[in-house]
C-alpha cells in the first residue's frame, strides 16, 4: 500500500484565568489525488483515484483511504483498496497505530485483513487466510516496530516541520508484507500553482527508498523494489501558516513508466495539534 494521506490527535480543554477555554475545533481532512503513468514513448494516461479523509478524536485519530485503478494499471495489477485506521496520540505527539482494517479487490479475490496493535502483541486476521506469510515471515519484534501505512502520514500531518517527515527509515506493515521506506533529507521545494492555489506553502521535498523487509515471496536483493526504477520523490507542504502537512505530489520511475500521483482537492477545517 503506497497511497499518501494525513491527520491527527487532539488537545485538552486548559483555564484561561477564571473562564473555562474554548476547545480547538477538531481537525478534519479530505484529499483527492490523481494517478498518471507516462509509459515509454506514449501519451500519459491516468491509472489511479485516491481519496482519503481524517478526523482527531479524543487522545487519538481516525483515517481511510479509497483507491482505484485504472486503464493499463487495472490490466497489470488491480489496485482497487478501501482501508481504514484507528490509532492513539502519544504523550509525545506523535500518531501510533492501533487497528487497521483494509479491503483489497486484485481481479482474483477480494480479501478482507484486520490488523490490532497492542503495547505488547500485533494480531492479523484474514479472510480468506494467508497460506503463506512470505520467505522470511515478519516476526513479533518487526510488527511491533512497525506501523501502518495510514498512520506514518497522520504523523506527516501534524510533525513539527520537514526534517521531523523526512527523519529516515520507516518500516510498515499491513498484515502480511513489512517493507521499508528510508526518507532522505528534506530539502526546499518549489509548489506549482494549482499546489499554491489550495493553500500550501513552505514546499519541501525528499527522496524514498523503497525496501522489501518480510512477508514477501523471496527475490534477489536488486529485485525487492516492487518494479521502481528510481527512488521516489514526495513533495509535501503546509496548509497555511500553521496547518496540518499536505503530500502534494509523489513521483517515480518504474518499469512501466514514469509514476506521478498529484494532489487535486483538499479541505481542511480545525487545529493542527502540537506536540
Given at each position: 500500500m503506497k497511497a499518501r494521506l494525513a491527520l491527527v490527535g487532539a488537545?485538552?480543554?486548559s483555564l484561561a484565568g477564571p473562564a473555562l477555554a474554548q476547545p480547538p475545533a477538531p481537525l478534519k481532512m479530505s484529499l483527492d489525488y490523481d494517478g498518471t503513468l507516462y509509459p515509454l514513448n506514449l501519451?500519459?494516461?491516468?491509472?489511479?483515484?485516491?481519496h482519503a479523509e481524517g478526523h482527531s478524536t479524543p487522545g487519538g485519530f481516525g483515517a481511510n483511504i479509497s483507491m482505484k485503478s485504472y486503464g493499463i494499471l487495472r490490466a497489470l495489477k488491480r489496485v482497487d483498496i478501501d482501508a481504514?485506521?484507528?490509532?492513539r496520540t502519544g504523550e509525545d505527539g506523535q500518531a501510533y497505530p492501533g487497528a487497521f482494517s483494509y479491503i483489497h479487490h486484485d481481479g482474483k479475490r477480494v480479501r478482507h485483513v484486520h490488523v490490532n496493535w497492542s503495547r505488547a502483541d500485533v494480531q492479523v486476521a484474514s479472510t480468506p487466510p494467508y497460506f503463506d506469510l512470505g520467505k522470511p515471515?515478519?516476526?513479533?519484534?518487526?510488527?511491533?516496530?512497525?506501523?501502518?501505512?495510514?498512520?506514518q502520514f497522520v504523523r506527516v500531518?501534524?510533525?513539527?516541520?520537514?526534517?521531523a517527515i523526512c527523519r529516515g527509515p520507516d518500516r510498515f506493515f499491513d498484515g502480511k508484507q513489512l517493507y521499508e521506506l528510508d526518507f532522505g533529507h528534506a530539502e526546499p521545494a518549489n509548489l506549482t500553482s494549482d499546489d499554491k492555489s489550495m493553500g500550501l506553502t513552505h514546499g519541501a521535498e525528499c527522496t524514498?527508498?523503497?525496501?522489501?523487509?518480510?512477508?514477501?515471496?523471496?527475490?534477489?536483493?536488486?529485485?525487492?523494489?516492487?518494479?521502481?526504477?528510481?527512488?521516489?520523490?514526495?513533495v509535501f507542504g503546509q496548509m497555511g501558516a500553521d496547518g496540518p502537512w499536505v503530500v502534494a505530489?509523489?513521483?517515480?520511475?518504474?518499469?512501466?513508466?514514469?509514476?506521478?500521483?498529484?494532489?487535486?482537492?483538499?479541505?481542511?477545517?480545525?487545529?493542527?495539534?502540537?506536540?
Open positions: 488537545l485538552a480543554l501519451v500519459p494516461v491516468k491509472v489511479l483515484v485516491v481504514e485506521s484507528q490509532g515471515p515478519a516476526t513479533l519484534a518487526q510488527k511491533l516496530a512497525a506501523t501502518d501505512p495510514l498512520t500531518a501534524v510533525a513539527a516541520g520537514p526534517q524514498i527508498r523503497f525496501t522489501e523487509v518480510a512477508g514477501f515471496k523471496p527475490k534477489p536483493p536488486d529485485q525487492r523494489n516492487q518494479g521502481l526504477t528510481s527512488p521516489i520523490t514526495m505530489n509523489i513521483h517515480a520511475d518504474t518499469v512501466i513508466g514514469h509514476a506521478n500521483i498529484a494532489l487535486k482537492r483538499v479541505s481542511v477545517s480545525g487545529q493542527r495539534p502540537k506536540p
